[in-house]
Structures are given as structure tokens and as C-alpha cells.
């Protein structure tokens, strides 16, 4: 095993170990375990820790079999900044074009953007973007009249806002599953 991903295990645990709220009745050493057969799913985690999330698990999906992890950052990481909803919105933008769209990079990154109800769950166990917007799924009729779907946190609310297609936010907050061999 790279050292680089030893490290990340390292921080990984020690995030898993800070915040049992989020994971209850979930053990390190399964995590662990997974995690080192896998090594596509430690560099996607690794990408997240790169560009300043703060991936952690945050369940089990009984039907799947699968770990559950979200970046679990307090706002949107800076790496992951002022970026359009997708390569349409991207192309689309005449002026300070970004490097690229929030739907890109997390396919780059091997990740999943959450859905509007997975925010609204990440919200539950914590206070999240309440300085910092993050996109999430849009659905597709939404998209083809240009909109697109980003969350935040105000007022001790959660708050969901379609807007126009161009509009530069800051990223999403990601989901990355993980297959596991514990099934139910």
C-alpha cells in the first residue's frame, strides 16, 4: 500500500474516531478492511481529502451492503470552488470562465454529487455550508430549462435554490459509496 494512502487511513480514522455521531454502530476495523481492498475508492477519498473535504462515514446502506461516505467538511472546500453545475453551464459561460464543472470533477474524482434528501440527511448531523453553498443533483427537467440545484444552510435552515445555468457557485459537497461484504 502506498504511503500516501496510509496516511489518508490514518487521518480517516482519527475523523471516524472524533465523530461517532455520525457512524453509530459502525466499526473502524470493517472500514479499514474495505478500504484497503479497494484502492480505486482510497484515491477517490484521497481526492477529496486533496482538495480539502473531509470525507467520513456517515452510514450503511442495508439493501446495497454499502459505507456510506460524505465529505463532511463545515463549507464547501476551497479546491472545490467557484465551479459551474456542469460542462453545459461551463461551455456556456462567455466571462471568468472556471477551470471546470462541479459534475465533471467529481466524475474525475470517481464521486457522486449528493442528492437534494442526502444533504438534507448530511444536515442532520451537522451544521454545513453556513457560509458556503453546495450543488447537488438536479434532475433532468430542471436542467433542460436551465436551472440547477445548489444547498446551503440559513437561519438554522436548510435551504435548496434552482438558478440559472451560468451562475458560478461554489461546489458541491460529494458521496462516494462503498461496497461492502456484510450483508444483512
Known sequence: MPKQHEKLLTILKARFEKYRNRHKDVEWTTIQAKLEANAE???????????????????YDKKTGEYIF???????????????YDREALESRKENKPESSATDMAAAM???????????????IGNFDTKTSSWVQTPAEIRKLGGALYCDRRYNTV??????QNLI???EVFVVRYESECYT
Open 41 to 59: 475508492k482510497l484515491s477517490s477519498l484521497q481526492e477529496m481529502e486533496n482538495t480539502g473535504g473531509e470525507p467520513d462515514v456517515v452510514g
Open 70 to 84: 460524505y465529505d463532511c467538511s463545515a463549507e464547501s472546500p476551497k479546491g472545490r470552488r467557484s465551479l459551474c
Open 110 to 124: 470517481g464521486i457522486e454529487l449528493l442528492t437534494e434528501e442526502q444533504y438534507r440527511e448530511l444536515q442532520q
Open 159 to 164: 435551504f435548496y435554490t434552482t438558478t440559472a
Open 169 to 171: 457557485m461554489q461546489p
